[in-house]
């Protein structure tokens, strides 16, 4: 961990790290703490660099999935939306909003609940997509569990979803479960 930290700790890194590894048990586990859990100055200021990389290497995933059509089994979303939403303590709820051609809009969180379910309108979800101009969406929740299997609650209320926007003429393009390591696709699954 220290070499990984070297350039925004510099010589100080090997006590820095030691310090979040004593504080946090994993580095993985410093970066996604809440920004108000920094500690001392010397942590705090690393931290901050450290998660502001971890931002603009996102950043620049989503840029990736913007330049092309939007493909709900493109191994670049698949790890965008992992690093995005695969370390969340609680559900969220995701939308990738395209347009009748897939071409990427936007994307962003519709709502998000506690660590076993997802609390949340499809009024938002369906208001969002209109104002965007949107023809189609991919959503994604990620499970906190690490387990990307499909709960029943998750397959009744991917459907009634399907059916709402397909009253719309907004294409459900996918439902992607989102784990640190895993996605699985309701559609290869065979569940849309």
Known sequence: MANLIEPFAG????????????????????LVSPDDDDGPAEDAAVLRQVRAARKLVLEASREEIARQPVSPGDAGLHEYLK???????????????????HG??????????????????????????????????????????GCARPSQCDIETTARIREVTADFELALLDHLIVTRRAVFSFRAGGLL
């Open 83 to 101: 690093g995005l939403l695969g370390d969340q303590p609680n559900e969220v709820l995701h939308a990738v909003f395209v347009d009748r051609h």
């Open 104 to 145: 990427y809009i936007a994307d962003e969180r519709v709502s998000s609940g506690s660590p076993s379910r997802i609390s949340g309108s499809t009024r938002h979800l369906l208001t969002r997509a209109f104002e965007l101009g949107a023809r189609g969406l991919i959503l994604a929740h990620n499970h906190p569990s």
């Open 11 to 30: 010589p100080h890194a090997e006590a820095v790290a030691a310090r979040l590894l004593q504080r946090f048990g994993s580095l993985h586990r410093a």
